[in-house]
Each structure stands twice: as structure tokens, then as C-alpha cells.
């Protein structure tokens, strides 16, 4: 008896455990999710800035307007656009770095980590000195020829891309290393043994080494890329808008916090999709 | 030298690479020694940004309120992620999978969607947003992170010690503090050490912090824009582990969870 007494005892205790978990999880992540679909589904009026709950797919169907439609495509553009330079740029220097000694390896990996354990913001606001007209970038590129008038890049879609690819590209250097470290170093002989060098052996053996990684990379790159909010407000000066720009005026300007609901509810799906969509490519890739 | 023969284009491409992620830095920290009052040109060595800084009061309430806010979240974060843990080792499978799917899912949600979500919370609920909002916000996410690397080393322990130390007359408490808390202890100390470090979650904060709190990073984002411009998998290879870390800190960045790059489903 007085055992069954404490096992249940210490069964409760155990339990008392998840507590703080439970209470994260529910009022601080689940709730507010589901506020927000339902909000997604209401009306807010913009005079009262109060919102009506209700079951209307008005918000949704408001997403093809061509404000918004263009912000979600440029989103959609410009993150897959900063992805794939992530992987180009990235894939030389992770097989470089795994070709060296570990200790250089440790070096290399330390340069790649380092600048980001700076603050984002101030990385970020770098940019607008190095992009600007008469900024260090123009400087070089006329003494190099390059360019002869202004630059006029900073507040462009390639002054975001630019801070993107930037921001993320660890994200996508750490996963390949990670995967061509993994490889077995006699792939790479035999390929060169046979004749394999250069272009040829990035596209025939290191990019297919590389692949697992590269689909990680992607994903890490990718979607927090697709809902960015910072590096467009910063380097795009606030005229090339993306979804989490939108997303963020509905709620801290316009007051339209149903359609904002809905922006939110629409990026969460397209990253459920893309999340669902990604373990197929990775059977597909392995098998 | 032997790379740069081989593979000579790769070895050119990396090292470009290495200098665009080091520009912006060498930038920031050869304008905050630049005596330019708009940093155009060089003006000459200077120390009047760092003088500047040190009497600014927004300043240094900035940096008193980034250090608040990151101690407060890794205390509040460590004790969530540890119970959770601590749960979570002895859960039966189902629990488990419920557990991860909790972790996961807070990784995987994008930063903007997150913070709107909770800033809905906060303002349906009445309350004001500012430090305490702040620390809720960047708990709910860090406490994920800090339970995937928890549950990294958690997975390292064997139980067989605690039962051994149980059976030798430890208290509940003693084998807790004694042999899983030490046990798991490089893991606590990786998750205080990268919360103490700047944050780096602006949307989250905007949505979160309202206009009350301003941590340092914001400040310093400010007044350049203002134109002062002034896995914890224990691998063999340290290079490997330091990669694998690395990308654990950074799957923070809202995208992806680290269960997804070693290979599993998210």
C-alpha cells in the first residue's frame, strides 16, 4: 500500500515536471497561434481598429490583390533567388574547408562562425555604409573600372538580396561541410584518378556528395528568408516590400490585424508545405 | 598551398567568400575608430565614438537592458528546457514524440508569424507590452533551442549511474544535483553562455518589447541609421562538433530544426 502510495507520489512529481513546458507551449505558442487563425477568419475595422470574429474567408481571398500578390511573389523571388546564391557561394568554400588539415578546418570554420556572433543589426546597417553611393563598394569598383556612375544599389531588391545572402550563408555552409565530411576521401581520389577535376568534378561528385546538405541548407535559408522583416526595412529602405514587412505594418501601423492574421496564417502554410515536401525530396535523393 | 594547386578556382571562390563575411564587420569596426563625423572618408584614428557611447545614457540603458533581458530569458529558458528534459527522459514513447513535436514546431514557425501571434496575445490580454513581453517572447523560442541541446547530452547519459547512485543512498534530490545535473552540465553552460550573447531576433522584439525596452543591438542599429554611423552530438572531429554546434545556434534563426540536418524528419 504505502509503496503504491509513492510510486503515484513520484509519478505526480515526475509530471510536475513537464509544467513549465506545458505552460510555454500552451499560453505562449499554442494560444496565440490560434488567436491568430482566428483572427485570420473575423473582419477589423479600420476607423474602430476593433476586429469582429466571424467565419469569413475575406482576408484570404484579399491576398490576390496586387499589393499584396506582388509582395508574397517578390517574397517568394527573392528568397529563392538569395537560396540558390547561398548554395553557389557556399558549396566552394565548405569543400575547401573540409580539404584542409583539421586544424585549419577549425580555423576556417571559426572564420565562417565568428562575424555572426556580432550583433544582426549592426551587421545589417554595415551594409548600408558598404552599398551606398560614394561608399566604400562604389570606391573600388571605379578604381577598378568597373562601374562609372553612382552605384545605386542600397534600397534595391539587390541591396536585400545582398543582406540576405549575407545573413544566411552560414546556414547553408555548415550543412554541406557537415554532409562532405561525412564522405568517404576516397570518392574524391578515385574521381581525380579517373579524370575527374575542376567543374566536372564539382558538378559529378562534389554536388552529389553534398546533396543532403544542400537540401538542409536550402530549408534553413529558405524559409526563415521567405518571412524576413528586417534586412528589407534596413537595406531596402522600406520601397521593396516583402511578406513579413506586410505582415508587420498590418499589426504595428495599418491596425488590420485580420488581414494580417491571414498573411501569417498563409506564410505558416506555405512553410508546412515546403516542411512536408522536403523529406520526400530527401527519400528521393537517398534512394 | 597544396589546395590552391589542385583546385585552383575553389580555392579563389572561398577565399572571396571569407572576406564578404568579414567586410561588414571590418567595416563597423574601422568606422567606430574613424574621426569622419560622417564617415565618408578616413578622418583619422579616433576614440570619440567609444567616449561618446560611454556618456550617452540611451546607451547605457540599452546595454543594462540587453543584459537584463538576456539573463532573464536564460534563466527562464534553462528552467523550461530542463524540466522539459528531465521529462522527457523517463516519457513513454508517445510522450516523447509529443515533446519533440513541441520543440520542433517552435523552431520550424517563421520569426514574423511568431511574433504577431503572441503580440495578438499580449494585446487581446491587456498587457503592456515591454522587458517582461521581451523575455516571454525570446523564452518560447530559446527554450526550444535549449531542449534540443539538453536532449543531445541527455541522450549520453546512462541511467545506470543515477539508479547506482539511488541504490547507494542518494536522495531523489542528491542524484539530481550529483549525477544529471553535472552529467548534462556542458550542455547548461553552452545554453547561459549563447543567451548572454547579443540577441538577435529584431522582429520578435519589435512585436514583443513595444517601445519601452530598447536593447543595446537596437540602440546601435538606430544610430547608424540616424547617420552617426558611427548538436551537441559528440562527433570525434572538433571541426565537426564546432560545425554541428554552430548550425544548433543557428537554426534559431527561425528556419529549420536540427533533428532535419542530421538527417531524421522534421
Redesign the interface.
Known amino acids: 500500500m504505502e509503496s503504491s502510495d509513492t510510486s503515484r507520489r513520484s509519478r505526480a512529481s515526475?509530471?510536475l515536471?513537464?509544467?513549465?513546458?506545458a505552460l510555454?507551449?500552451v499560453a505562449?505558442?499554442a494560444?496565440?497561434?490560434a488567436?491568430?487563425a482566428v483572427?485570420s477568419l473575423g473582419t477589423s475595422d479600420l476607423v474602430t481598429f476593433q476586429t469582429r470574429f466571424g467565419w469569413t474567408l475575406h482576408n484570404f481571398a484579399s491576398l490576390g490583390q496586387a499589393v499584396y500578390l506582388s509582395a508574397i511573389v517578390r517574397s517568394l523571388v527573392l528568397s529563392a533567388t538569395a537560396t540558390v546564391a547561398c548554395a553557389v557561394?557556399?558549396l566552394?568554400?565548405a569543400?575547401?574547408?573540409v580539404?584542409?588539415r583539421?586544424r585549419l578546418?577549425?580555423l576556417?570554420?571559426?572564420?565562417?562562425?565568428v562575424?555572426?556572433?556580432?550583433?544582426?543589426?549592426?551587421?545589417?546597417?554595415?551594409?548600408?555604409?558598404?552599398l551606398q553611393n560614394?561608399g566604400?563598394l562604389e570606391y573600388v569598383l571605379h578604381r577598378l573600372g568597373l562601374v562609372h556612375g553612382p552605384l545605386n544599389v542600397l534600397y534595391s531588391p539587390l541591396a536585400i538580396g545582398v543582406g540576405i545572402v549575407?545573413s544566411?550563408?552560414?546556414?547553408m555552409v555548415?550543412?554541406i561541410?557537415?554532409a562532405l565530411?561525412r564522405r568517404d576521401p576516397a570518392v574524391l581520389e578515385a574521381a581525380g584518378d579517373l579524370g575527374s577535376h575542376?567543374a566536372g568534378?564539382?558538378w559529378h561528385v562534389v554536388i552529389p556528395l553534398a546533396r543532403?546538405g544542400i537540401i538542409?541548407g536550402c530549408?534553413?535559408?529558405?524559409?526563415?528568408?521567405?518571412?524576413e522583416?528586417?534586412i528589407p526595412t534596413?537595406l531596402g529602405g522600406g520601397k521593396t516590400l516583402m511578406?513579413?514587412n506586410v505582415?508587420?505594418t498590418q499589426?504595428?501601423e495599418t491596425g488590420d490585424?485580420a488581414l494580417?492574421?491571414a498573411m501569417?496564417?498563409s506564410?505558416?502554410g506555405l512553410?508546412v508545405l515546403v516542411?512536408a515536401v522536403?523529406?520526400l525530396l530527401?527519400r528521393r535523393s537517398t534512394a | 598551398v597544396n589546395?590552391f594547386r589542385r583546385?585552383p578556382?575553389?580555392?579563389i571562390?572561398?577565399v572571396l567568400?571569407?572576406v564578404?563575411?568579414?567586410?561588414?564587420?571590418v567595416?563597423?569596426i574601422g568606422?567606430s575608430f574613424n574621426g569622419d563625423p560622417i564617415?565618408?572618408t578616413w578622418g583619422g584614428l579616433t576614440l570619440k565614438w567609444f567616449e561618446q557611447a560611454i556618456r550617452d545614457e540611451q546607451v547605457r540603458t540599452g546595454l543594462v537592458t540587453s543584459l537584463q533581458v538576456g539573463l532573464l530569458t536564460a534563466a527562464a529558458s534553462l528552467?523550461?528546457?530542463l524540466?522539459?528534459v528531465?521529462?522527457w527522459r523517463?516519457a513513454s514513447p508517445q510522450g516523447r514524440r509529443a515533446?519533440d513535436v513541441?520543440v520542433y514546431?517552435?523552431l520550424?514557425?517563421?520569426?514574423?508569424?511568431?511574433a504577431?501571434?503572441?503580440?495578438?496575445?499580449f494585446t487581446?490580454g491587456g498587457i503592456q507590452l515591454g522587458m517582461m513581453t521581451t523575455v516571454?517572447?525570446h523564452?518560447?523560442w530559446a527554450?526550444a533551442y535549449a531542449?534540443v541541446i539538453l536532449q543531445a547530452r541527455a541522450r549520453l547519459l546512462d541511467p545506470a549511474v543515477e539508479e547506482a547512485a539511488a541504490d547507494l543512498g542518494a536522495s531523489p534530490l542528491g542524484v539530481f544535483f550529483r549525477v544529471t545535473l553535472r552529467g548534462m552540465l556542458p550542455a547548461v553552460v553552452r545554453r547561459r553562455r549563447h543567451h548572454v550573447?547579443?540577441e538577435?531576433t529584431?522582429?520578435q522584439h519589435?512585436?514583443a518589447a513595444g517601445p519601452r525596452s530598447h536593447p543595446?543591438?537596437?540602440d546601435?542599429?538606430g544610430q547608424?541609421?540616424r547617420g552617426a554611423?558611427d548538436h551537441v552530438d559528440d562527433r570525434e572531429?572538433?571541426?565537426?562538433r564546432?560545425?554541428?554546434g554552430?548550425?544548433d545556434a543557428?537554426?534559431r534563426?527561425?528556419?529549420?530544426s536540427a533533428r532535419?540536418?542530421e538527417?531524421g524528419?522534421?
Open positions: 515526475r509530471h515536471l513537464l509544467v513549465p513546458t510555454v507551449v505562449c505558442f494560444i496565440p497561434l488567436l491568430t483572427y557561394i557556399a566552394p568554400l569543400f575547401f574547408i580539404e584542409q583539421p578546418q577549425m576556417l570554420l571559426l572564420a565562417v562562425i562575424p555572426f556572433w556580432t550583433s544582426f543589426l549592426i551587421r545589417t546597417y554595415a551594409w548600408v555604409n558598404i560614394r566604400p549575407f544566411y550563408l552560414p546556414l555548415l550543412p561541410y557537415v565530411e575542376g568534378l564539382m543532403t538542409a530549408i534553413l535559408v529558405g524559409i526563415p528568408a521567405t518571412g522583416f528586417v534596413i511578406l513579413g505582415i508587420g499589426f504595428l490585424l494580417g492574421s501569417a496564417m506564410l505558416l512553410v516542411l522536403v523529406p530527401r | 589546395m583546385h578556382v575553389v580555392s571562390l572561398a567568400t571569407i564578404f563575411m568579414w567586410l561588414p564587420l567595416v563597423v568606422n564617415l565618408a528552467i523550461v528546457a524540466t522539459g528531465l521529462w523517463q515533446f513541441s514546431a517552435r520550424v514557425l517563421p520569426e514574423v508569424v511568431f504577431t501571434a503572441l503580440f495578438l496575445v487581446r516571454i517572447g523564452t518560447v527554450s531542449a550573447l547579443p538577435r529584431p522582429a519589435a512585436a543595446l543591438p537596437r546601435a542599429g547608424c541609421h554611423r572531429h572538433p571541426a565537426h564546432m560545425a554541428s554552430a548550425l543557428w537554426s534563426v527561425r528556419g529549420a532535419l540536418l538527417g524528419s522534421p
